[in-house]
């Protein structure tokens, strides 16, 4: 009965105390060692397997037996763990994290504290690994391409750049193709518009050349060129032929002057009368052609009709052009470079406007006025550009290259001035009839100076031949010449 107690209370303190149980198995097993039998060691009430007991020796030996079973222990854990590392970067993609706790695992069971503190090490880089080798997704696996030596690589590489530089110099040159087309248009529209300014400038210079020849840069030079006294010379005609509206001189110094009422006369510089020619219409406005020959309008009133008529010196006259379906009335008219500049008017809109022909009567261009109030009834060219005259005010608006300006060039205004007696002289100057009176206007338009006919009549037209002989025509049909240059 002692002995059964003693095994029952040896086998509840081994439950209670697996260390002890160990150690007992320890001894059982170098004891069958002696014996020459082996057995392996069982496991524990823990679970953990039981390390071999080495064999039996005496008391002053068993620490160095111990010292090497540590050792033993140790190298086995470094080969593991040390397999286990190869194993993980051949492979990275096997290693988890219950791979990880496992070796942890493994490592807290042992014995000693260095080979805890490696195999954490271990594990920290086995974790940077990992880190170093990523999953692998769809994409990374798509963009996956097979591996070539550095020559091909290289080679692709520098075939790579070249198709860059070669896009990129097709979109430089398409680039420099797009800027020049723009440059080129944006310089032709620059021309277009810097004629207008080139034009002006022509003008600003002749102006200038003219004031400097002249030397009339100031008020009292500009005066000093004409008479303070003229003397006026009356060129009688038989007879009443009505107003003298216009008055013109060819190329080689002949007069041609209209009366209203269907009559035209050619005279020399004298005043004789070479010929008369009788119309069909009356005859307002006129202009000379290059030939000598003469092309008139009706201006407005009674039974006037919008035609330009051409008058040879022979005295053919035909129709150069009919202008009925563009305007009501036609006035002043000028001939420049080939081409025929006529006033227009049209009834139904009140409008006036600029009509440009060629010498066939074919209409090339219409120039409107940016004011659609302004009235205009003569037109002259003066110092390199075609001017046309306001009704109201008697101020001067340039043709532009596309409509007759609403800015007037006249610096200086003058009242009671008849606008269609307007005329330019060999120095650039600007005449105008007003009443009795004579105003010249010099080539800047800015002087003014006023020359007293001591006439009875009302001057309406005026102009001057190749010998600086200033003419003009009266309301009641009477012409008049005179010297007023110096």
Same mark, same amino acid.
């Given at each position: 009965?002692n002995?059964?107690l003693?095994l029952?209370?040896?086998?509840?303190?081994?439950?209670?105390?697996?260390?002890k149980?160990?150690?007992?198995?320890?001894?059982i097993?170098?004891?069958?060692?002696?014996?020459?039998?082996?057995?392996?060691?069982?496991? &524990?009430?823990?679970?953990?397997?039981?390390q071999?007991?080495?064999?039996?020796n005496?008391?002053?030996?068993?620490k160095?037996?111990?010292?090497?079973?540590?050792?033993?222990?140790?190298?086995?854990s470094?080969?593991?763990?040390?397999?286990n590392?190869?194993?993980?970067?051949?492979?990275p993609?096997?290693?988890?994290?219950?791979?990880?706790?496992?070796?942890?695992?493994?490592?807290?069971?042992?014995v000693?504290?260095?080979?805890? !503190?490696?195999?954490r090490?271990?594990i920290?880089?086995?974790?940077? !690994?990992?880190?170093?080798?990523?999953?692998?997704? *769809?994409?990374?696996?798509?963009n996956?391409?097979?591996?070539?030596?550095?020559?091909?690589?290289?080679?692709?590489?520098?075939?790579l750049?070249?198709?860059?530089?070669?896009?990129?110099?097709?979109?430089?040159?398409?680039?420099?193709?797009?800027s020049c087309?723009? &440059?080129?248009? &944006?310089?032709?529209?620059k021309?277009?518009?810097s004629?207008?300014?080139?034009?002006s400038?022509k003008?600003?210079?002749?102006?200038?050349?003219?004031?400097?020849?002249?030397?009339?840069?100031?008020?009292?030079?500009?005066?000093d060129?004409?008479?303070?006294?003229?003397?006026?010379?009356?060129?009688?005609?038989?007879?009443s032929?009505g107003e003298?509206?216009?008055?013109?001189?060819s190329?080689?110094?002949?007069?041609w002057v209209?009366? #209203?009422?269907?009559?035209?006369?050619?005279?020399?510089?004298?005043?004789?009368?070479?010929?008369?020619?009788k119309?069909?219409?009356?005859?307002?406005?006129?202009c000379?052609?290059?030939?000598g020959?003469?092309?008139?309008t009706?201006?407005?009133g009674?039974?006037?009709?919008?035609?330009?008529?051409?008058?040879?010196?022979?005295?053919?006259?035909?129709? #150069?052009?009919?202008?009925?379906?563009?305007?009501?009335?036609?006035?002043?008219?000028?001939?420049?470079?080939?081409?025929?500049?006529?006033?227009?008017?049209?009834?139904?809109?009140?409008?006036?406007?600029?009509?440009k022909?060629d010498?066939?009567?074919?209409?090339?261009?219409?120039?409107? =006025?940016?004011?659609?109030?302004?009235?205009?009834?003569?037109?002259?060219?003066?110092?390199g550009?075609?001017?046309a005259?306001?009704?109201?005010?008697?101020d001067?608006?340039?043709?532009?290259?596309?409509?007759?300006?609403?800015?007037?060039?006249?610096?200086v205004?003058?009242?009671?001035?008849?606008?269609g007696?307007?005329s330019?002289?060999?120095?650039?100057?600007?005449?105008?009839?007003?009443?009795?009176?004579?105003?010249?206007?010099?080539?800047?338009?800015?002087?003014?100076?006023?020359? *007293?006919?001591?006439?009875?009549?009302?001057?309406?037209?005026?102009?001057?031949?190749?010998?600086?002989?200033?003419?003009?025509? =009266?309301?009641?049909g009477?012409?008049?010449? =005179?010297?007023?240059?110096?």
């Open positions: 009965m002995a059964l003693t029952m209370l040896n086998v509840i303190l081994s439950v209670n105390n697996p260390t149980d160990v150690f007992k198995r320890r001894r097993h170098i004891r069958q060692n002696d014996h020459g039998t082996k057995k392996k060691a069982s496991l &524990s009430v823990s679970g953990r397997r039981s071999p007991m080495a064999k039996r005496p008391k002053g030996k068993q160095k037996i111990h010292n090497e079973n540590k050792k033993t222990s140790l190298k086995k470094e080969e593991n763990t040390a397999h590392l190869v194993f993980q970067t051949k492979e993609k096997r290693l988890t994290r219950s791979s990880i706790k496992n070796v942890g695992n493994r490592e807290k069971g042992g000693n504290k260095d080979s805890d !503190s490696k195999l090490q271990q920290k880089r086995t974790r940077k !690994s990992k880190e170093c080798f990523p999953k692998e997704t *769809d994409k990374s696996r798509e996956k391409q097979p591996k070539t030596s550095n020559k091909t690589s290289n080679f692709q590489g520098r075939s750049a070249f198709r860059k530089s070669n896009q990129k110099k097709d979109i430089r040159q398409s680039r420099q193709a797009e087309n723009k &440059s080129k248009a &944006s310089k032709a529209s021309n277009k518009i004629l207008q300014k080139k034009e400038m003008l600003v210079k002749k102006t200038q050349d003219i004031e400097a020849s002249t030397s009339h840069s100031s008020e009292k030079d500009f005066t060129l004409f008479f303070k006294k003229i003397a006026v010379q009356l060129h009688p005609i038989s007879g032929l003298i509206h216009e008055i013109s001189v190329h080689d110094n002949l007069l209209n009366y #209203l009422y269907n009559t035209v006369h050619l005279r020399n510089t004298t005043g004789e009368i070479l010929r008369s020619f119309l069909d219409a009356r005859a307002v406005f006129s000379c052609t290059p030939g020959d003469l092309l008139l009706q201006g407005y009674g039974n006037s009709r919008p035609v330009i008529t051409l008058l040879s010196r022979e005295g053919d006259n035909k129709v #150069l052009a009919d202008l009925s379906s563009y305007a009501t009335y036609l006035f002043g008219i000028l001939y420049k470079d080939e081409r025929v500049y006529v006033v227009a008017n049209c009834a139904e809109s009140r409008k006036y406007f600029i009509v022909l010498m066939n009567g074919e209409v090339e261009s219409v120039y409107n =006025t940016k004011n659609a109030h302004d009235s205009i009834n003569q037109i002259i060219f003066l110092n550009q075609i001017v005259f306001r009704i109201n005010d008697v001067m608006i340039p043709l532009e290259t596309g409509a007759i300006s609403s800015v007037a060039m006249n610096k205004n003058i009242r009671n001035a008849y606008s007696s307007a330019a002289d060999n120095l650039g100057n600007v005449i105008l009839g007003s009443n009795a009176q004579l105003f010249i206007i010099n080539p800047s338009l800015q002087l003014v100076h006023k020359l *007293d006919t001591g006439i009875s009549g009302r001057i309406i037209s005026t102009a001057v031949d190749q010998q600086n002989q200033l003419w003009f025509g =009266t309301a009641d009477k012409l008049f010449s =005179t010297k007023y240059l110096k």
